[in-house]
């Protein structure tokens, strides 16, 4: 599948792949509308059109920032939504091998977030890659734990480094919930129309390769594993990291814990 010009996306290689932008005022018959265009700074290409109380990050300053990182490494980077916005994601300098449950590792990931369009502005997600068969995963928050800081929305970018380190608190917190996950045992068809948001090719796969009954932590599993090596490669950035997030939702199950994706 081969993704539509407005979905296109292009991979960062270095600092120079990302354009310096310009902001200019819309006027529409000489008054002043209370908007502006986010240009490319070479092309002259608008963007978007933001409101003039937005003020976005430039994406080039959030990629720089990244390598400056003393404990983090840009793993890979992305412009899409026609460079509306940008994910850049970050590995440990020092990798670390994290257990999730006894005997099943991950590698922790942090994913960098910045638009233009207003959408995501500059922001932080905790993010994982299981090493047996390297699902990605985002971090399922406790609530009751982590109420406050849990969404990384609107970080400062001299503190991405800090909020980092807060992200990767978020797998330990998470330990509880694994474990009570797979202990509880469900019905696979239930939960998938219960949890209905996959296309029906996707979600067809996951019932081909789980039994009628299995835990919510064995759901989960197979939900990270269809989206990561099945859907991945054909949708969007935005879409793929929204679908990974959604697969939290099963955790809702294990009631009375409170999950938030």
């Not at 120079?16 to 908007?35: A, N």
């Not at 207003?118 to 995963?137: D, E, F, H, P, W």
């Not at 992200?167 to 998938?192: C, D, P, S, Y």
Request: with cysteine; charged share 25%; aromatic share 10%.
């Amino acid at each position: 599948m081969v993704l539509s010009e407005r979905w296109k996306e292009n991979k960062i290689s270095s600092v120079q792949d990302i354009p310096w932008t310009e902001q200019v005022p819309v006027v529409v018959f000489e008054k002043d509308t209370g908007f502006k265009a986010i240009v490319n700074a070479n092309t002259k290409e608008t963007i978007t059109i933001a409101t003039n109380v937005y003020q976005p990050v430039q994406h080039r300053e959030v990629y720089e920032k990244m390598q400056e990182l003393s404990n983090y490494k840009v793993n890979t980077a992305y412009l899409y939504s026609q460079g509306r916005r940008m994910m850049i994601e970050l590995r440990e300098a020092k990798i670390v091998k994290r257990e999730l449950l006894p005997g099943d590792y991950f590698e922790n990931r942090i994913r960098i977030f910045n638009s233009y369009d207003g959408t995501m502005a500059l922001s932080l997600q905790s993010y994982g890659i299981r090493l047996v068969c390297t699902n990605g995963m985002v971090a399922p928050t406790l609530v009751s734990s982590y109420r406050k800081i849990h969404a990384f929305q609107n970080i400062d970018l001299e503190q991405i480094e800090k909020y980092a380190a807060l992200a990767t608190e978020l797998w330990g917190e998470t330990k509880e919930l694994m474990r009570a996950a797979t202990q509880k045992i469900v019905n696979v068809n239930e939960v998938l129309a219960k949890f209905n948001f996959l296309p029906k090719k996707y979600t067809k796969i996951v019932q081909e390769n789980l039994d009628a009954n299995e835990s919510v932590y064995d759901i989960w599993n197979e939900l990270t594993r269809t989206i990561s090596h099945d859907l991945a490669p054909n949708v969007g950035t935005n879409n793929l990291v929204e679908t990974q997030k959604y697969a939290n939702t099963i955790f809702k199950l294990l009631k009375p814990m409170e999950v938030t994706v």
